[in-house]
């Protein structure tokens, strides 16, 4: 096992990669970069960023050191004392684990790696994966795991637009051996400030899908809820707030518009696939995904009602926000695309306004970011906010729409005089 400072490789320079990459370079190791997406490559070398999180400065400051090198080339992987996988992990169209994006990276390394070096995979999976299909790749290249290489698993945590700094928040490893945990407890350790081992790469697996369908599981009881508390005339949202008064054994969830991003929707998911391999039943995460699939058709339902008797086909309907979370530049699995066509398909003529999306393409037609001008805000029948960014005027447009409809409580606290109806 070699020591710090380590000649880090990071394949795959998204909202993983790319954090982490800055995170080893602060700390004083030098980090190569692997994309097989040119034009991230090229915005980096222009100092530019592609990432919400990340301004141009920050870019510049990854550079600043000299010890930031991106590219294409997995050649990289020959420098490099760990490699750290970042790619994505999708679902099929079959609502199964992808893991084409975890194999490719594998394949494409084997000519590069040698003796001694760490493989780590921080992608979101299936409990087993690192054994069963990451372990039998390398191995296929005559190196064996736990004497000539060292392979983990190290489950992402990134959480795009919070005020968590990445190296506090704990970082999970587990190893296929004791000593390749061991690497991965000494690498990690040089830029977190908290390191929690666990006995396999199957546990640390299981840790982030645990995460995951835990929240994915209390948002669609959120979400239910809501549907039982309109008909009761109550405020949900109230109720949450009173409810997290309780100085223990509660943990607020918030209902919404649908969820979104690349961990809640899929992990679950993975979750289940793999529990049906074993004739396990997961009827939380089937329910769930059964009450977190229909919030686009009941927002859908809400906007008619709200506007009735007028039809949608007769209205005019913009849409703020379309990431799936506030004060990031991800659209992944976002409820808004599906809510906006939806309401397309009804007749609706539909806008929308997103800092952080100019573009946005929904089946065949294209959109662009509307500005958020008083003018255009008086125009629309109805404004349906469907993502709460921060850097919103929300009184202005409360003042300015003739309606609001609401999904994420962000206006909640504002005077209103009767425009705004809370979903």
Request: charged residues 20%; hydrophobic residues 40%.
């Amino acid at each position: 096992m070699l020591h710090p400072p380590y000649q880090i490789c990071i394949i795959g320079l998204g909202y993983v990669g790319l954090p982490l990459a800055r995170l080893f370079i602060e700390k004083g190791h030098t980090v190569y970069g692997v994309d097989v997406d040119a034009a991230k490559i090229e915005k980096l070398q222009k100092r530019l960023s592609y990432l919400s999180d990340f301004s141009r400065s920050d870019i510049k400051q990854m550079f600043a050191r000299g010890t930031f090198h991106p590219g294409t080339s997995y050649e990289a992987v020959r420098r490099a004392d760990v490699i750290l996988l970042c790619v994505p992990t999708p679902l099929n169209e079959r609502e199964e684990p992808d893991l084409s994006y975890i194999v490719q990276a594998v394949e494409q390394s084997l000519p590069y790696l040698r003796q001694g070096q760490l493989i780590v995979l921080e992608s979101s999976t299936y409990p087993g994966t690192v054994n069963e299909v990451v372990r039998p790749l390398v191995e296929s290249a005559g190196l064996k795991i736990g004497e000539d290489l060292s392979l983990a698993y190290s489950p992402e945590r990134i959480d795009p637009g919070s005020h968590w700094k990445l190296e506090d928040i704990p970082k999970v490893v587990g190893g296929c051996t004791p000593a390749c945990t061991e690497y991965a407890r000494s690498v990690y350790g040089s830029v977190f400030k908290q390191v929690v081992v666990v006995s396999s790469p199957a546990v640390a697996e299981m840790t982030k899908l645990l995460e995951n369908s835990q929240r994915f599981v209390n948002i669609s009881f959120m979400n239910s809820l809501l549907q039982l508390c309109e008909e009761l005339n109550i405020n949900l949202w109230e109720a949450i707030e009173a409810a997290r008064t309780k100085p223990y054994g509660f943990t607020p969830y918030y209902p919404g518009p649908g969820v979104g991003g690349h961990c809640i929707p899929v992990d679950p998911l993975y979750l289940l696939w793999k529990a049906r391999q074993h004739n396990i039943n997961l009827p939380f995460i089937e329910l769930s995904r059964q009450v977190n699939h229909a919030m686009p058709d009941y927002v859908v339902a809400k906007i008619r009602d709200v506007l009735a008797p007028k039809p949608l086909s007769d209205c005019q309907l913009l849409i703020i926000g379309v990431t799936y979370k506030k004060d990031v530049n991800d659209i992944r699995e976002s409820p808004a695309p599906v809510i906006m066509e939806k309401l397309a398909q009804a007749g609706a003529r539909v806008s929308y306004h997103d800092p952080y999306v100019n573009q946005l393409q929904i089946g065949g037609k294209v959109y662009q970011n509307m500005p958020l001008t008083q003018r255009n805000m008086r125009r629309f029948d109805c404004t349906v906010i469907l993502t709460d960014h921060s850097n919103l005027p929300y009184e202005q447009l409360i003042a300015h729409s003739r309606l609001v409809v609401d999904t994420r409580n962000v206006t909640g606290n504002l005077p209103h005089k009767g425009k705004v109806v809370l979903l």
